[in-house]
């Protein structure tokens, strides 16, 4: 244990060489090193000025050493004690030789000189105008500015033929006015590269690169300046030193992100700052950055990031070519209200021009506001926010692959600390009686102005938007858009109209549009019943509104239009597609609209049927959500009329999990929501789209309330339809089951009740079954009920007699035992499977000989069956007739073709024919990265099953280049299945514990420790520490440190494995004897 001079002791010290001497005070220890320890200390020249020195006093923690009573140190060893003395004195001349650099010169601290005292020796460094890394409170910004100008300075060195070595907070000082520049120092452990072999080696242990602390030359490099790169990141970020956990290949950081600086940041810079620390404190040096260039080039597009603005809201009001008047009462009443309350409600019936109100309230004070956004409503508070279209925010987007909850929660952070009491949010259309979560606007620290045509009175603040009640401005807004003067017959419009806002603009348009006169339109008005003043508008409390409506004023109105077949053809579309803005183009393409139709889109748009405005150089297209009651009314658009809609409505859906644009993916989802909800009709296409639906957008999005209503709604339109008796009965088996997952009894017994009047076939109860079978075993759900479905099976086949029937039911009891892991008497189910499979292949038909599914599902049942020449053979003539059947398409490699690979590869192996096995999957790979890339999670897997097939074949033959490609694979695996979270915890810990094994008979026994650590833990995190799972992990490392020759640890993990089959009734004698002859070997 060294002793540190005490805070306040006056030394004085002798230049070497000269006869200068200096008077010190220690200030502070702030470092020990393995040479030396090091103190503030302030020193007074000649004239009593002070300033600061960093004093490095020689004092080997190698050596037992005596500090005496007038502070000298005494060496017990006084030879070693001079020969490490020089050494330190070498270390005060490299960092000299290193100031010289010109690269450097400012970037090293300046050293005074070589002091004696005390019997030992100082290096006095100048630090006046430096400030200690540890007291400085960073930035994130700052901390990579750190970062960088410590990585130039290292690659510096190395560029001249250096090594560092011993990189720590302690040694890095920054320069008072920039983190753009630092100070080293402490240049003790710095060695030439060149004489490395022969080199003392000193390094501070809990900052140092692991194989610098096993003193591993063969290993130490560049790299390991790389690792204490990351661990200076490490400290800079979370203020700590680098631990084990930390240097494993797939570590993660998430935990600590949010009491860091990087709280709140963007996903992509916390997956980037992952990157750079998993690829500096990795444990294998052959997994760092090569070198701090390479580093560099990874920090400086992120530097350069913070170059960008930073994230605003910026003023955007959809104004269209509507004209407005007459509202002046109102728009002050509301600005004093909203000054008072910060949230007001304005509310009253539809199309009474609350929006308009709201859009000019925010131009008339427009100069209050920094920026006014306007917002509307979707079907929920989340989805509102969600869309990036629909409230955006500048140079704040959702990221690739991020979640809607962790967007959802970043996008309203960054509103938390951007919103201000200047900023205007228009929320439109908040047309629902659910306000749970309307807290994510009102929380935020601005003013909040929402539209409604549900009554909130006594809940919130609210504005009652009535009439125009200036009866000028309505003749004004006639006037405007007619250029017509007042006269009786407008008055009377208007008086018939009682001033509803939407509907006085909506007659004024259609005016001008076919040039009526006023007495013209007002006799078609009362020919279709609306007149003098029964058409006024009410409304109870409840929001339920009379007879005489805005919704029957918008139905008459229409009646009015004497619409050509085109323009209805727009409408019936326009209704279909719902409020959801849409782009003009892409609604013309879903709409199919030909040139009549796009004409007749033109002049809805001038009749303020449907709404055009220009939003970043796009047109986008919306229709009010009154206007669209009507239309849903009125035209009821049906799968007939609208064929070509419906048709791409159901590939949208059925390609809608694939969609990389989640905003796109967002507008998507709600037009076809709206649209399956009104569609009419009972064509085919119908059924496709309710399909699609519900099997890839309902159950996708796990909406399964959703997805039964929509088999619900296929089956309806399927009874109807010939030849759908197989898709009918498919329909039924999902309702019947899916019903009962959701504990809905009646829907189920109607469904089973129907299945019932079908009076299926044997064959038709086998397909129903086959599939429910596969939904239990697949969930693992009861396995009771799952052995009853599959003897229910196997009933029904023999009562067929199908050889293929019956091979392919009792080889359910194969699956059932390998899944359940439960004794169902396999090797007798095997007996009878092969059988009738043989009996298959044997009497095959002049059809079946030429079906590629009858070869597909033989194949596999002989794999099942550990039959696997006979496999092979079903495999290649499967592979055969695909092939034919892809030249005659022109497919040169599709899924299909790369599962032939696979399970050829799989055959070979069991079959012990090694070097097909591997032609095959290599084969295969090639294939998949055509196909999906080379970094898809479905290559990422046949990798991981190449290298676990390689692991087989090591076995049974032994070599270091059967191992090295093993590691080559496996790490080829993990990295893409872990960048895509591709499989569960326990499939990936399984990999990992193999990969161990790997890196065990390498004899890489440190990353072996490290990996084998990650997956024990996720094993017990998933199972306990005792569940029998168990027993085989602790078995693996068990025999991993058997190998290392680590006969402690060993033990220790072979008893856990021994214990696990105590607590789980097992036979423990058999293991017992084997661990006691490994450990006697040891």
């Known amino acids: 244990m060294r002793t540190p001079l005490p805070v306040g002791t006056h030394l004085t010290i002798s230049a070497i060489g000269t006869q200068q001497q200096i008077t010190v005070q220690i200030q502070e220890l702030i470092g020990t090193g393995a040479s030396c320890l090091v103190y503030t200390a302030v020193c007074r020249d000649g004239e009593q000025n002070e300033f600061y020195l960093r004093l490095k006093e020689f004092c080997p923690e190698n050596l037992h050493l005596i500090r005496q009573q007038d502070g000298s140190l005494l060496a017990a060893d006084e030879e070693a004690f001079q020969r490490q003395m020089q050494s330190f004195i070498w270390g005060y001349q490299k960092q000299m030789q290193f100031r010289q650099f010109p690269e450097s010169c400012n970037s090293i601290s300046n050293v005074q000189g070589v002091f004696a005292g005390n019997g030992t020796r100082y290096i006095a460094m100048n630090c006046q105008n430096s400030i200690p890394l540890e007291q400085q409170e960073l930035s994130l910004?700052?901390?990579?500015?750190?970062?960088?100008?410590?990585?130039?300075?290292?690659?510096?060195?190395?560029?001249?033929?250096?090594?560092?070595?011993?990189?720590?907070?302690?040694?890095?000082?920054?320069?008072?006015?920039?983190?753009?520049?630092?100070?080293?120092?402490?240049?003790?452990?710095?060695?030439?590269?060149?004489?490395?072999?022969?080199?003392?080696?000193?390094?501070?242990?809990?900052?140092?690169?692991?194989?610098?602390?096993?003193?591993?030359?063969?290993?130490i490099g560049v790299v390991s300046d790389v690792y204490t790169l990351g661990g200076l990141l490490l400290y800079l970020l979370f203020r700590r030193t680098p631990e084990v956990k930390d240097r494993r290949n797939r570590a993660v950081w998430d935990a600590e992100f949010p009491d860091s600086v990087l709280a709140g940041t963007a996903p992509e810079i916390r997956r980037m700052v992952t990157e750079l620390l998993r690829k500096t404190l990795a444990a294998n040096p052959e997994k760092r950055y090569a070198s701090c260039a390479e580093l560099l080039t990874q920090i400086e597009p992120f530097l350069d990031s913070f170059q960008q603005p930073k994230p605003y809201l910026q003023t955007k009001l959809p104004l269209g070519n509507n004209y407005f008047c007459g509202r002046d009462i109102e728009l002050q009443e509301i600005h004093t209200l909203l000054q008072q309350e910060k949230f007001l409600l304005l509310h009253g019936v539809g199309g009474i021009g609350k929006t308009e109100l709201a859009k000019h309230y925010a131009m008339t004070y427009a100069e209050e506001y920094d920026a006014v956004v306007f917002v509307r409503f979707l079907d929920s508070m989340e989805n509102t926010i969600l869309s990036d279209t629909n409230f955006p925010i500048v140079h704040c987007t959702r990221s690739d692959g991020e979640s809607d909850a962790a967007y959802l929660e970043r996008k309203m952070q960054v509103l938390r600390q951007i919103c201000t009491p200047r900023h205007l949010i228009l929320l439109d259309n908040f047309d629902t009686g659910d306000c749970e979560n309307l807290d994510f606007l009102t929380e935020l620290p601005c003013p909040i102005l929402v539209t409604s045509r549900v009554d909130y009175d006594g809940i919130f603040p609210q504005y009652e938007v009535d009439i125009l009640s200036d009866e000028s401005a309505l003749y004004q807004m006639m006037a405007y858009y007619t250029k017509r003067e007042p006269d009786l017959y407008t008055d009377a419009i208007l008086k018939a109209l009682n001033g509803h806002t939407m509907a006085v603009e909506l007659v004024a348009k259609q005016m001008a549009l076919h040039q009526l006169t006023s007495r013209e339109m007002y006799e078609k008005l009362c020919a279709e019943g609306i007149?003098?003043?029964?058409?006024?508008?009410?409304?109870?409390?409840?929001?339920?509104?009379?007879?005489?409506?805005?919704?029957?004023?918008?139905?008459?109105?229409?009646?009015?239009?004497?619409?050509?077949?085109?323009?209805?053809?727009?409408?019936?579309?326009?209704?279909?597609?719902?409020?959801?803005?849409?782009?003009?183009?892409?609604?013309?393409?879903?709409?199919?609209?030909?040139?009549?139709?796009?004409?007749?889109?033109?002049?809805?748009?001038?009749?303020?049927?449907?709404?055009?405005?220009?939003?970043?150089?796009?047109?986008?297209?919306?229709?009010?959500?009154?206007?669209?009651?009507?239309?849903?009314?009125?035209?009821?658009?049906?799968?007939?009329?609208?064929?070509?809609?419906?048709?791409?409505?159901?590939?949208?859906?059925?390609?809608?999990?694939?969609?990389?644009?989640?905003?796109?993916?967002?507008?998507?989802?709600?037009?076809?929501?709206?649209?399956?909800?009104?569609i009419q009709g009972d064509d085919p296409e119908l059924s496709f789209f309710f399909a699609m639906m519900c099997y890839r957008l309902y159950l996708g999005e796990n909406r399964c309330e959703d997805a039964l209503w929509a088999a619900q709604q296929?089956?309806?339109?399927?009874?109807?339809?010939?030849?759908?008796?197989?898709?009918?009965?498919?329909?039924?088996?999902?309702?019947?089951?899916?019903?009962?997952?959701?504990?809905?009894?009646?829907?189920?017994?109607?469904?089973?009740?129907?299945?019932?009047?079908?009076?299926?076939?044997?064959?038709?109860?086998?397909?129903?079954?086959?599939?429910?079978?596969?939904?239990?075993?697949?969930?693992?759900?009861?396995?009771?009920?799952?052995?009853?479905?599959?003897?229910?099976?196997?009933?029904?086949?023999?009562?067929?007699?199908?050889?293929?029937?019956?091979?392919?039911?009792?080889?359910?009891?194969?699956?059932?035992?390998?899944?359940?892991?439960?004794?169902?008497?396999?090797?007798?189910?095997?007996?009878?499977?092969?059988f009738y499979a043989n009996q298959c292949?044997?009497?095959?038909?002049?059809?079946?000989?030429?079906?590629?599914?009858?070869?597909?599902?033989?194949?596999?049942?002989?794999?099942?069956?550990?039959?696997?020449?006979?496999?092979?053979?079903?495999?290649?003539?499967?592979?055969?007739?695909?092939?034919?059947?892809?030249?005659?398409?022109?497919?040169?490699?599709?899924?299909?073709?790369?599962?032939?690979?696979?399970?050829?590869?799989?055959?070979?192996?069991?079959?012990?024919?090694?070097?097909?096995?591997?032609?095959?999957?290599?084969?295969?790979?090639?294939?998949?990265?055509?196909?999906?890339?080379?970094?898809?999670?479905?290559?990422?897997?046949?990798?991981?099953?190449?290298?676990?097939?390689?692991?087989?074949?090591?076995?049974?033959?032994?070599?270091?280049?059967?191992?090295?490609?093993?590691?080559?694979?496996?790490?080829?695996?993990?990295?893409?299945?872990?960048?895509?979270?591709?499989?569960?915890?326990?499939?990936?810990?399984?990999?990992?514990?193999?990969?161990?094994?790997?890196?065990?008979?390498?004899?890489?026994?440190q990353d072996c420790n490290i990996v084998a650590a990650e997956a024990l833990e996720c094993f017990q995190k998933n199972f306990g520490e005792l569940h029998e799972q168990m027993q085989w992990a602790y078995l693996m490392v068990g025999d991993n440190y058997h190998k290392a020759g680590d006969k402690e640890n060993a033990k220790r993990y072979y008893d856990l494995a021994i214990r696990v089959l105590r607590e789980n009734d097992y036979e423990t004698d058999e293991l017992e004897e084997r661990v006691e002859e490994i450990l006697q070997g040891m």
């Open 141 to 219: 910004y700052d901390t990579f500015r750190v970062l960088r100008a410590v990585a130039q300075q290292l690659d510096n060195l190395h560029q001249h033929g250096y090594l560092y070595l011993d990189l720590k907070p302690a040694n890095v000082l920054l320069y008072p006015e920039t983190p753009e520049l630092v100070m080293l120092f402490d240049f003790d452990s710095a060695i030439e590269k060149s004489r490395l072999s022969d080199a003392v080696i000193s390094c501070t242990a809990k900052w140092a690169a692991p194989e610098v602390l096993q003193q591993n030359r063969r290993k």
């Open 531 to 678: 007149s003098g003043d029964d058409g006024k508008v009410r409304q109870l409390k409840d929001s339920t509104l009379r007879e005489k409506t805005a919704f029957h004023h918008m139905e008459i109105l229409f009646s009015v239009l004497d619409l050509s077949e085109s323009e209805k053809q727009v409408l019936r579309c326009a209704a279909l597609v719902g409020a959801t803005p849409m782009v003009r183009q892409y609604f013309e393409v879903i709409s199919d609209l030909n040139e009549a139709e796009t004409n007749s889109l033109d002049r809805l748009i001038q009749s303020g049927w449907i709404s055009e405005v220009y939003q970043d150089e796009m047109c986008i297209l919306s229709t009010h959500p009154l206007i669209v009651e009507v239309l849903c009314e009125k035209l009821r658009p049906n799968s007939r009329e609208c064929k070509n809609m419906v048709e791409l409505a159901g590939s949208v859906a059925g390609y809608i999990e694939e969609s990389e644009n989640a905003e796109q993916r967002f507008l998507s989802v709600q037009w076809l929501d709206h649209m399956a909800h009104h």
């Open 714 to 834: 296929e089956l309806r339109i399927l009874r109807q339809e010939e030849d759908s008796r197989v898709r009918l009965i498919n329909t039924l088996s999902f309702i019947q089951d899916f019903a009962i997952k959701l504990h809905d009894t009646e829907i189920s017994e109607k469904a089973a009740a129907e299945l019932a009047e079908l009076q299926l076939s044997a064959s038709e109860q086998f397909s129903v079954l086959k599939g429910v079978l596969f939904e239990y075993i697949y969930e693992e759900r009861d396995f009771d009920q799952a052995k009853l479905y599959v003897e229910q099976i196997i009933q029904l086949a023999e009562e067929i007699g199908e050889p293929m029937k019956l091979a392919l039911a009792y080889s359910n009891f194969i699956w059932l035992e390998n899944i359940y892991r439960i004794d169902c008497n396999k090797s007798f189910y095997i007996e009878k499977t092969v």
């Open 841 to 1005: 292949f044997a009497e095959q038909t002049a059809e079946q000989e030429q079906d590629i599914s009858f070869w597909s599902e033989l194949g596999d049942i002989y794999r099942d069956c550990e039959q696997f020449s006979r496999a092979m053979a079903c495999y290649q003539k499967e592979q055969e007739l695909f092939q034919v059947e892809m030249q005659e398409e022109s497919v040169t490699v599709n899924t299909k073709l790369v599962h032939f690979q696979t399970d050829m590869a799989f055959c070979n192996l069991k079959m012990k024919q090694f070097s097909e096995m591997e032609e095959n999957y290599e084969k295969a790979i090639a294939m998949a990265n055509q196909l999906y890339g080379e970094e898809h999670e479905e290559t990422g897997e046949i990798w991981a099953t190449y290298a676990c097939a390689l692991i087989d074949w090591y076995n049974a033959e032994p070599s270091r280049e059967l191992l090295e490609k093993c590691k080559a694979a496996m790490e080829q695996a993990l990295e893409i299945l872990m960048e895509h979270d591709a499989c569960n915890e326990v499939t990936l810990a399984n990999l990992l514990m193999r990969y161990s094994s790997v890196l065990s008979e390498l004899g890489e026994f």
